[in-house]
Structure formats: C-alpha cells, structure tokens
C-alpha cells in the first residue's frame, strides 16, 4: 500500500516548506528525507500549509506561492468535517487558491482529522472553468513581508 507521501507526489531530497504542521499529520503522511527549510526563502518544489480557518488560509496563501516553483506542489490542509471549529471545506480552499492564481489537483484524506488538496500554478493555454472560484485576469506579484518571518 502506497503511504500518502507517495499519493501527493513527495519523492526524496525534495526542498520543502511546512507551515503549521501537527505532528500527528506529518506522521501521518509518512514524509520521504526531505530538505525541509526552517524559512521561507528561494523556491520549494514542495509546500505544504495546515490551515482551520479562512483568513489563515488567505493571509498565508500569497505568501507561500511566490516561494512555489512553477512545476511546484502547494498542498492545503484542513480539518474535515468540521472539526477543530474550522470555516473551511473543499470548495472554500478551491476558491482562496483560485483567487491567488493557483488551480486544484489532487485531493487526499491526510489522517482522521486533515484533508489535502493539492493545487499548482496553471497550465500556460490552459481554460480552466471552476464554479468555486475564479482566476485572476493577471498574476498578482509576490508579497514580501519580512517582518513575520517569511
């Protein structure tokens, strides 16, 4: 049986990023050696952020995509079925990432609590017609913000 590090596409020596991550999750998930960074400077093949609410989410969002490379992979996770007070669900995460310019993929069960979903920048050419939510006609710079720390 394939671990959920393998169904989301994570392969060794890989440099990534985790923001908010249990430690029942990352067990969970089963994580090949990565080079994981303590900050979010250069670009990441592989992101993943851990998020309960909408604003989380969309305060965190710009900030790690700029460190996203283009064929890069940006995970969301949130709690399922409203657990941990969350506000958000699939079709919320869908449309925060559409807002900042990134599409879904691939959604997984993370663990009993956390669900995933995997969206990535979109394809040059590509339509891309999701009823969640809706593209940005131009890509939005990147957000710089050192005072937090990322």
Same mark, same amino acid.
């Given at each position: 049986?394939?671990?959920?590090?393998?169904?989301?596409?994570?392969?060794?020596?890989?440099?990534?990023?985790?923001?908010?991550?249990?430690? $029942?999750?990352?067990?969970?998930?089963?994580? &090949?050696?990565?080079?994981?960074?303590?900050?979010?400077?250069?670009?990441?093949?592989?992101?993943h952020?851990?998020?309960? @609410?909408?604003?989380?989410?969309?305060?965190?969002?710009?900030?790690?995509?700029?460190?996203? !490379? *283009? *064929?890069?992979?940006?995970?969301?996770?949130? &709690?399922?079925?409203?657990?941990?007070? @969350? +506000?958000?669900?699939?079709?919320?995460?869908i449309?925060?990432?559409?807002?900042?310019?990134?599409?879904?993929? @691939?959604?997984?069960?993370?663990?009993?609590?956390?669900?995933?979903?995997?969206?990535?920048?979109?394809?040059?050419? !590509?339509?891309? +017609?999701?009823?969640?939510?809706?593209? &940005?006609?131009?890509?939005?710079?990147?957000?710089?913000?050192? $005072? $937090?720390? @990322?």
């Open positions: 049986m394939r671990s959920v590090a393998q169904k989301m596409g994570v392969r060794e020596g890989t440099r990534a990023f985790v923001l908010n991550a249990p430690t $029942s999750a990352l067990r969970a998930i089963e994580l &090949p050696h990565l080079e994981i960074s303590k900050t979010l400077t250069g670009k990441f093949d592989y992101i952020l851990f998020c309960a @609410t909408q604003i989380e989410m969309d305060e965190a969002f710009p900030k790690l995509k700029c460190h996203l !490379k *283009q *064929q890069g992979k940006l995970w969301v996770s949130w &709690p399922k079925e409203k657990k941990l007070g @969350t +506000n958000l669900g699939m079709r919320k995460v449309e925060i990432g559409y807002n900042h310019g990134l599409v879904e993929s @691939t959604c997984l069960r993370i663990d009993d609590v956390w669900a995933g979903l995997k969206v990535t920048h979109p394809k040059v050419g !590509k339509t891309y +017609n999701n009823s969640y939510g809706t593209l &940005p006609d131009e890509e939005r710079s990147c957000i710089s913000d050192a $005072s $937090s720390g @990322t």
